[in-house]
């Protein structure tokens, strides 16, 4: 046998081993490296945990909003009079129609006047929103309507109370227009304080039976929107116009997408800064470990082989990061799904569907994607500087000559 | 000993760019090394010893000329075909030994047949044998910075012999080692060189190794100035 044939016939280790080498090699040096591998996949392993959590707040704070303005507010959809715009005040006065004969299952009716009421003396616009005390599409406390027994029985919201220093019970003086303009004006009972997450139904509202406010509007089988509940079904109804769930969320909705790009910026700045740190070690490691690199090829691997043993100890970096923020990171996520964050109290009163605490959403799709995120990027980074590797002289790299 | 020649060295310059021109490191140097022989490359610093050994290692191509070595002109081979050259069929041994830091003496040795896939009992065993063969079979678990500078050398000739290849080319081996452990290493590699028949080439200004030497190719200035074969050296 020729020396010649000799190389020829020598066989060459398969590409999955040549990958499983390059990953126990990488796995070798890391362990090797002490801190300065610590360093990396801690701070990797924070990003890791923080982008989840604040993606997992910002989705449990909207879901928890939209779920509460669901069981609130919204119901299945709502159906609204042609000329009434929720966002219009001036379409109050004349935004509301007959309620229609037949098709209004699974609707609850509401009429919505403008009034003033005078607690301690002092005039303060309302809206008062006769409601079907019978409904049960929504978590207003109704019933508490029908077991009053006062004449003007009122329920209104923890926001609503505490503003004009009303408690249950109280009566209040509340003057309101019939249908033809002429002012009118009687107490109130408050029959109950509901609390609720959200505003819309609370502030600068009042909430009374629906006969009896047709009754002291002379305005008697009107409603301003109905209320759907989720076996309705839709109907053409002339002069009404419904509004689906996912239209009435349309801006709950765009404010998540809005704090989701501010997300995304955050955590591509967190990102950035990890991978800074990555790109650091990887040309760090690439101009002080140039004798290595030299003997690795000396040895006998090839330089695309040690170009991968460099970017498997990247990628293994973020494997690591990722480990090491699931064993610190689920508990955490596990206590604050369990027990929630608390809202400040100031998110209150800035008029946002809030819960008392937010219960953040981390879905496996949030872990797994923010994972698959970071070790891609992660591995895409590695390799960049280890390119550098592809085009050295291995005798510059055993004199560690490079600059 | 067999009559071809395992390396050849035909009419090999070596020219490096410096700033605007160009230095030469080698100039015309013709040379042929057989199967089995303990030769040495001598000559002052900057004579061209490691140019020339890193050119028969494959690490570096000349500029002109050709470098034979097992049968492949060292200048027309892949990145590839060269890391498969090395793998298989040449081991160095460095001035500065150049152990993996990370790895265990144990590791050290093994790296070379990690890449040749073989399988992890055999792999085992041919560490082991080559361990012996330097005398450090007891040292196999401890990390090469808590040996010294002589068991790391030896470390490193087992590391190169490990895969029992053709060549061993040792740049410097006893630079920077103490009398004592020089002449450890140097009849640690003579007694290689019998019993495995391995061709074994130094660059080297020691005369320790020299006294080990059959044949002494003295450079001066990138040029061959004598090549003498020792028919008794010295330490034989």
Known sequence: MTANSKISTRSEPPRGAITRLAFHLAYKNLMGAGLRTWLSVGILSFVFVLIIFYQGYVEGFYQNSIDENIAWEYGGGQLLYKDYDPYDAFTLQDGHGKIPATDTKDLVPILIRQASIYPQGRLMPVLVKGIEVAQNTVKLPTQLLQQSSAEYPVIIGKRMAASVNLKKGDQVMLRWRDKNGSFDAGNVTIAGIFDTDVPNVDIGQIWMPLKKLWAMTDMKGQATLFIANNNYEQKNLPKWKFKTQDELLTGIRALEKMDKITGVIIYLVLLAIAMLAVFDTQVLSIFRRQQEIGTYISLGMTRKQVLGLFTAEGCMHSILGVLVGFIYGVPIFIYFTRQGIGTPAAVDNLGISAGKRIFPDFSPELIIGTAVLIIVSTTIVSFLPARKIAKMNPVDALKGKLQ | ?236
Not at chain 2, 37 to 51: A, C, I, N, Q, R
Request: glycine share 8%; no cysteine; charged share 25%.
């Open chain 2, 1 to 236: 000993m067999e009559n071809k020649n395992i390396i050849s060295i035909e009419h090999v310059t070596k020219r490096y760019p410096v700033g605007d021109g160009e230095f030469t490191a080698l100039s015309d140097i013709n040379l042929q090394f057989k199967k089995g022989e303990f030769s040495g490359l001598v000559g002052p610093s900057g004579s061209g010893k490691t140019t020339l050994l890193n050119i028969m290692g494959s690490l570096d191509s000349p500029t002109e000329g050709k470098a034979i070595v097992m049968g492949r002109n060292v200048a027309e081979l892949s990145h590839k075909e060269s890391a498969q050259l090395r793998n298989l069929h040449i081991g160095f041994v460095f001035q500065i030994y150049n152990l993996l830091p990370v790895y265990t003496v144990f590791e050290n040795v093994e790296f070379a047949l990690l890449l040749q896939n073989i399988n992890a009992s055999r792999r085992k065993k041919m560490v082991m044998d080559a361990l012996e063969w330097v005398g450090l079979q007891d040292m196999a678990d401890k990390k090469p910075s808590k040996i010294s500078g002589g068991e790391g050398q030896r470390v490193a000739i087992a590391r190169a012999m490990v895969k029992r290849p053709e060549i061993v080319l040792a740049d410097e081996p006893t630079a920077n080692l103490d009398a004592k452990n020089a002449h450890t290493i140097m009849k640690t590699m003579r007694q290689l060189n019998k019993e495995l028949n391995t061709t074994f080439l130094f660059s080297t200004h020691d005369e320790k190794v020299m006294g080990y030497l059959n044949r002494m190719i003295h450079l001066e200035d990138g040029k061959v100035r004598k090549d003498e074969p020792i028919e008794k050296p010295q330490y034989a």
